[in-house]
């Protein structure tokens, strides 16, 4: 199943995105960011399972049926929270002579899409024979996929776009728990500056930026509050004096 992303993109940026599109990459990298911590992750989706085979158990009865369709209803739910939903989020980007583009998704597990798919087709028939038998308690399990069966999810993405300025001043800021490199432009103007994060490449990008651009400093912070209360950031908000 193809991705599909999403541009995101002003009015004003847009023709130098254009430009970029069809512009050679000057550099190019890519970072996998976990969306949640992995223990975080397996936790919230077994609260939420056990959670669900009770709510389940409790409308729909101790009967085979409804116990069947609880148990397959939820065996396909942890699979698609735990590999959809809480899956880590795939960054790409793009430097250009005109900027730098920013793509990401979720990267999920590419099964669960079709598998989740296919059971929102079955869940239609499935339901109807399950009507027909326990009445309106059917609805109760795996009658939830019948209402997704209409439009099942698909993989999709945004795209964004950084107009930076090559003739700009600018510090170089990483923060450490977020591993993200901030591009902060001398005076302070959001409009040409850039945050991206570097994966297990820090040192690379780092070192890339730093010939790329006018970088007058590289500082670590911990946090955005240190980052704006930090020594250097009275700096990157005002022009230099020499």
Sequence with gaps: MPLEFKTVVSKERLPRYEKSKQSDALYEWEAIVPFISRRARLFLTIALECFIIFVFLIIGGLNLLGIATTFLSTAVLIFIIYGVAGADLHYQYRITPYGIECSFYQKAVKAAY?????????????????????????????????????????????????????????????????????????????????????????????????????????????????????????????????
């Excluded at 598998?115 to 009507?131: D, E, H, L, Q, S």
């Excluded at 300025?165 to 993200?180: Q, S």
């Excluded at 250097?232 to 004096?241: G, I, N, S, Y």
Aim: neutral net charge; charged residues 20%.
């Design 114 to 242: 079709s598998i989740n798919t296919f059971f929102c087709v079955i869940g239609i028939p499935v339901c109807i024979i399950a009507f027909l038998v326990m009445g309106p308690l059917a609805f109760v399990g795996a009658g939830g996929f019948a209402l997704m069966a209409f439009k099942p999810p698909r993989p999709h993405g945004k795209i964004y776009f950084h107009s930076v300025d090559y003739n700009a001043e600018y510090v170089l800021f990483f923060h450490t728990k977020l591993n993200r490199l901030s591009l902060t432009a001398i005076p302070h103007d959001d409009r040409i500056e850039f945050e991206g994060y570097v994966g297990t490449q820090k040192e690379a990008i780092k070192t890339k930026l730093t010939s790329l651009f006018h970088v007058h400093g590289y500082y670590e912070v911990a946090s955005y509050d240190e980052l704006f209360s930090h020594p250097a950031f009275p700096e990157a908000a005002h022009p230099r004096r020499e």
